[in-house]
């Protein structure tokens, strides 16, 4: 969240194995001449243990189209979980992709591009057949439009690998016990047994404004009977969010809140959530940066407010000095920066993406950007291997181009962050599958922040339902106790007695435990 209630009163894996498989398909009218009525690429583009990413691009080649269905049958038992760029669905060995609102009109020589996630085991066969609106098409060996001829000969099958891998078990590795050190597997977060892990939980505001406006380093208490009580909702993780200028001991926070006096009751917090058997995630909120422009939290060069973009001036630093803090214990997670919101300074979309990734002098800011790579790189240089959650921009609302511009790393230790509140602009599922399923179906997702307004929890239940059938991870703004009609707030009392939005959110993760 940008500014929380208090303010006036006081986000080595396993390399995918990259294989490509193209089909051009065509239909023959009996005694006619072969005409091509349509082209389709099949491809495999990412393949783990047990699961692989596919897509299927199709050019028309007949008469214009205002609606479209691809259809084929997976030879070999292979079972789409989710999709994107069209509405997937499986009969048996019968997929099917029908087109969104946004991309049914199929032009003569136009192309569309649909892709999905689904499981294997065995051989991970192509397809030999497609249908596109019922019209069977069938593999085209290679001869030219006009050949009258045409032989199709199927595609060769893979010859399965006899030998499984040791990320290929029999059986799925069991998690460990208490809170897991994360590696990035594909598009999934596994421990160090290579189980599947999703992250789960609440965050637990408080030391990114206490300190700064001078009144603590908490709001409301992190003792033991504190800690229990979130992990009696069966939450597996507790986001903290941190102030920049406390916790590097700037002369503008009072001397008992800042320096050594933040970083240890941080530390202290971090301790006690693992000993409940929970992931820390220590997050960056508060900044240093004078920014007055579009959508201003404040006019405070101090790190009171929410600002576009860390500065290049103190937010490396803090990251050093997190880093060296914690990456001798790798079940402690790094959220790199809380809302970026480069957009609403910059005037175009692609300079907001350049400024998030490369920092620097960014249009609209009056102070030198620190972007992702920058933040990654102190990360990184101090040997820390621990995951790093990176989000997007709009507030880490708009992962539409962060696969485009997604920060290197040498561990490839990565995830993508990703935030949404009832009033967002990428509130639907609609938004969800254009935009965060591509991303989910390449790195692991976490939705570091969901919440809602309304004091109920009706909006979160869709979303923790979209996130729950992906498999991916989510955590509830916040565990204070403030008034939840003016701001998404889960508790009432620190005993971990619920609003009505966290009812919500309480049940659900203890029904999944």
Not at 58 to 87: C, Y
Not at 154 to 179: E, K, L, Q, Y
Not at 243 to 254: A, F, P, Q, T, V
Request: aromatic letters at 8%.
């Amino acid at each position: 969240m940008r500014h929380p209630p208090r303010l006036s009163a006081l986000l080595a894996g396993a390399a995918l194995t990259m294989a490509s498989t193209a089909l051009a398909v065509v239909g023959t009218a009996s005694g006619a001449v072969a005409a091509r009525l349509c082209t389709v690429e099949y491809s495999v583009v990412g393949q783990w243990a047990g699961g692989f990413q596919g897509t299927v691009t199709v050019t028309n080649n007949s008469a214009a189209l205002s609606g479209w269905r691809l259809g084929f049958d997976f030879p070999a038992g292979q079972q789409v979980s989710q999709g994107w760029g069209g509405k997937w669905s499986q009969t048996g060995a019968r997929a099917t992709a029908v087109n969104e609102s946004w991309n049914g009109s199929l032009g003569t020589g136009a192309r569309v591009t649909t892709g999905f996630i689904a499981s294997w085991s065995g051989a991970n066969t192509a397809p030999t057949t497609f249908t596109l609106n019922g019209t069977a098409c069938d593999v085209d060996p290679g001869p030219g439009p006009t050949d009258p001829t045409p032989t199709p000969t199927p595609t060769p099958t893979p010859t399965p690998t006899p030998t499984p891998t040791p990320t290929d078990p029999t059986d799925p590795p069991g998690p460990v016990s208490g809170a897991p050190e994360l590696s990035v597997t594909g598009n999934r977060l596994t421990d160090q047994n290579g189980a599947t892990r999703r992250l789960l939980g609440v965050n637990r505001s408080g030391g990114e404004f206490m300190c700064v406006q001078g009144h603590g380093i908490f709001d409301g208490p992190v003792d033991d009977a504190s800690v229990r009580a979130i992990a009696d909702w069966k939450a597996n993780t507790v986001r903290i969010p941190l102030n920049e200028e406390c916790w590097l001991g700037l002369d503008n926070i009072k001397p008992e809140y800042r320096g050594t006096n933040y970083v240890n009751a941080v530390k202290g917090l971090v301790d006690k959530v693992l000993a409940h058997g929970m992931t820390p995630i220590v997050e960056l909120h508060w900044t240093y940066g004078q920014y007055t422009g579009n959508s201003s939290g404040c006019a405070d060069v101090h790190a009171s407010c929410q600002k576009p973009m860390p500065n290049a001036q103190y937010t490396p630093a803090f990251w050093t000095s997190v880093a060296d803090t914690f990456k001798s214990d790798r079940r402690i997670v790094f959220d790199l920066f809380n809302e970026p919101y480069p957009d609403r300074a910059t005037p175009t979309a692609a300079q907001a993406w350049t400024c998030w990734r490369d920092g620097g002098s960014c249009p609209g800011i009056g102070y030198e950007v620190a972007g992702m790579q920058d933040l990654v790189d102190a990360v990184r240089a101090t040997g820390a291997r621990n995951l790093v959650l990176v989000p997007g921009i709009a507030y880490s609302n708009d992962l539409s181009r962060w696969l485009d511009h997604a920060p290197t790393d040498p561990t490839g230790n990565l995830a993508a962050a990703w935030h949404v509140y009832n009033f967002n602009t990428c509130s639907n599922e609609a938004c969800w599958d254009s935009t965060l399923a591509p991303v989910a179906a390449r790195v692991p997702l976490i939705a570091g922040e969901i919440g809602e307004n309304t004091c109920g929890h009706a909006f979160i239940d869709r979303v923790m339902k979209w996130f729950d059938d992906r498999s991916l991870s989510y955590l509830g703004w916040t565990w204070n106790t403030w008034n939840c009609s003016s701001g998404p707030a889960l508790i009432t009392s620190y005993d971990g007695t619920p609003t009505s939005f966290g009812i919500g959110l309480r049940d659900h993760l203890r029904a999944l435990n």
